[in-house]
């Protein structure tokens, strides 16, 4: 049959992207994936049905090399994903779904706090699962721009989750890359990992809660986690401390650290034996906050592998555990913002007249345009239109007061 997916490449080489698809030679990738889908098992009409009709999205290549914890302050990123909303939701989820917890704890050896602290950053508890159909956006990726080889793969994948019936495919939304779900499963992860924990035959990681925490649990644990161990501590380094010696792959026996000064900086003893591997994080620097980190950190980090990521999930953990914030500050005069402040922020720049849209904690480029334009009349440097503590005790202090006249 004849599929169309129409594109407008004009547009995307104006704007910079950079693709392997035209015009002329996207209905022959299609064909090809059609080609690719039949030879692995997915019928002609599953195909046909969900990938026939797709139009490309071609704002995806974008998003590429875009990742946020891979682009944002690490101050901004922690700011925002470990805040008192999301630890405060997290406990009553703990509370919520204590059973499940237990059941999943006794089935996999990962602790209720962890599994929690996963799905809390990846999916705000489920309130945030992404928007985009996964079938446009793995359709899209694979046919234009880098790493088509991967994207494609995860499109078989995901044909395979509809044609099973485990989830419809009008609820394969997602992330822009194809994750999906409580705990943001990646296709070909679901086919490797996920579970079906409360018994009604599927693996549902979009409606069913213990099916998504089970899978999560699962992860980890085939990720090496070792049931009853701390992901690691915050440390104190002693003055002039070698700091070559730090790196999440530099692995050495915690006595050797200690031996060398390193201590916890709430002054307790390592909760695990003196010859466990160990390695010191520096994710600031020096001058910010130190951590060692044992395997269980490793285990988080393979979840998507990005340091500021599994530390927003180990933090995160130890908060719904009881712990308090970080001792030590992060190395900047102007820290970030917890949602609620990022709310309060976009309220104030409302009332100054500035038209950024409704008041939802994202820092958009409409946001970022009216703090630049609040930074220049404050005369705060850098006018970045970074979204800060700066700018928001400022605005704070100067009370509502409507925008200077735009120049146009």
Not at 79 to 95: F, N, S
Not at 165 to 174: E, F, P
Request: hydrophobic share 40%.
């Amino acid at each position: 049959m004849h599929i169309r997916i129409p594109i407008l490449v004009a547009a995307l080489l104006g704007a910079g992207f950079c693709t392997t698809a035209t015009a002329a030679d996207i209905g022959s990738c299609v064909q090809s994936l059609r080609g690719r889908a039949l030879a692995a098992g997915i019928d002609a009409t599953t195909f046909d049905t969900h990938v026939a009709g797709v139009v490309a999205d071609p704002s995806l290549l974008e998003l590429l090399d875009r990742q946020p914890e891979f682009t944002t302050p690490i101050w901004d990123y922690m700011a925002g994903l470990v805040d008192e909303e999301r630890v405060a939701d997290g406990r009553a989820m703990l509370q919520t779904h204590a059973d499940t917890l237990s059941r999943v704890e006794a089935a996999y050896g990962v602790d209720p706090a962890t599994v929690v602290a996963v799905w809390g950053v990846e999916s705000d508890y489920g309130d945030v699962f992404g928007k985009r159909p996964l079938l446009t956006s793995l359709t899209t990726l694979s046919c234009m721009g880098r790493r088509q080889g991967f994207f494609r793969g995860e499109l078989l994948e995901t044909l395979r989750i509809v044609q099973s019936g485990d989830v419809a495919a009008d609820k394969l939304v997602g992330s822009w890359a194809g994750a999906f779900g409580h705990t943001q499963f990646m296709p070909s992860t679901y086919r490797r990992i996920a579970v079906d924990f409360d018994g009604d035959g599927r693996r549902d990681l979009v409606d069913s809660v213990p099916d998504a925490l089970a899978s999560t649990a699962n992860y980890l644990k085939r990720s090496g986690w070792r049931s009853g161990q701390p992901w690691g501590h915050e440390v104190r380094l002693p003055d002039r401390f070698d700091t070559a010696v730090s790196g999440r792959t530099s692995r050495r026996p915690l006595s050797y650290w200690s031996g060398r000064g390193v201590a916890r900086v709430d002054g307790q003893a390592f909760a695990v034996p003196g010859n466990t591997q160990a390695a010191l994080l520096l994710p600031a620097g020096r001058q910010g906050p130190a951590f060692l980190v044992f395997k269980n950190f490793d285990a988080i980090y393979s979840y998507n592998a990005a340091e500021s990521y599994a530390l927003a999930i180990a933090h995160l953990s130890d908060r719904l555990r009881g712990y308090g914030p970080f001792v030590a500050s992060w190395p900047t005069d102007d820290p970030g913002l917890s949602r609620a402040e990022r709310r309060e922020l976009q309220t104030l720049l409302l009332a100054r007249g500035h038209d950024i849209g409704e008041v939802d904690g994202i820092i958009g480029s409409a946001s970022r345009a009216a703090i630049e334009a609040e930074q220049v009349r404050l005369e705060l440097q850098p006018a970045d239109g970074r979204a800060g503590q700066r700018i928001l005790r400022a605005l704070r202090d100067a009370g509502v007061q409507p925008a200077a006249p735009s120049d146009g």
